[in-house]
């Protein structure tokens, strides 16, 4: 079947240190990869997403490649800010049928001035 | 301004009682979902609907209900058959096309049965 697998969180980095939360998938066909970020109480908002192999997302300072011959999707950011302090989602969306996202555990991330 | 509003933000529930969640989108979006969020885990899939009047099972179905009656609205009965109801609870919409696969999700509620 179809999932998701996240790092283990939390996550705590010093300001402008570099983050890589690491996330896998596995899945049938090609489907669309996305980062979701929660910040705290809040709902998800979309950080980044990729819909084919080798496609890269990036917003706000943060990348992720989608790599088919490793099943990953790996999160990236060159300089942390205490500001990026929440939680990561890593999901998929498979190709063809219904939109149904698949999520992994999540990773928390902290970050400390 | 457009967007999708959960309310109300917390929850307090007796148990045995049937509580409402409520979610309202302006987005003109097709698809609603609803999810659960434990802590330490990912969201799980409750209900989903693609059009108005019709909705399907998700993934953890059982002890909740929905309706969708009009487009914008898709609200959530956590009934007492639910045994363990506790929890924080999202809301999200779509728009349903070609090329299109982003969810917006909204603030969510946060239900706790005392």
């Known amino acids: 079947g179809n999932s998701v697998t996240q790092m283990e969180g939390p996550v705590t980095l010093s300001e402008e240190a570099f983050l890589t939360i690491n996330c896998t998938y596995t899945?049938?066909?090609?489907?669309?990869l996305f980062w979701y970020v929660q910040y705290p109480g809040e709902g998800l908002q979309l950080l980044l997403k990729?819909?084919?192999?080798?496609d890269k997302g990036s917003n706000k300072g943060f990348e992720a490649t989608y790599r088919k011959e490793t099943t990953s999707f790996h999160l990236e950011k060159g300089s942390v800010q205490v500001s990026d302090s929440a939680v990561y989602f890593c999901?998929?969306?498979?190709?063809?049928?219904?939109?149904?996202?698949?999520f992994g555990a999540g990773t928390r991330l902290a970050v400390h001035p | 301004d457009g967007g999708i509003t959960q309310s109300p933000k917390y929850l307090f529930r007796k148990e045995g009682q049937n509580v409402t969640l409520s979610c309202e989108q302006n987005l003109n979006h097709d698809a609603m979902y609803w999810y659960r969020q434990d802590p330490g885990q990912g969201l799980r899939l409750i209900y989903y609907s693609q059009i108005v009047n019709d909705f399907q099972k998700g993934d953890i179905a059982e002890g909740y209900s929905v309706s969708r009656e009009k487009k914008e609205s898709f609200p959530l009965t956590v009934t007492s058959a639910q045994k363990n109801p506790t929890a924080f609870y999202l809301c999200a919409s779509q728009f349903v096309g070609e090329g299109t696969d982003t969810q917006y999700f909204g603030p969510g509620t946060r239900l706790t049965v005392l």
């Open positions: 899945a049938t066909g090609y489907p669309s």
């Open positions: 999901a998929l969306r498979r190709s063809g049928g219904y939109n149904k996202l698949i």
């Open positions: 990729a819909t084919k192999a080798d």
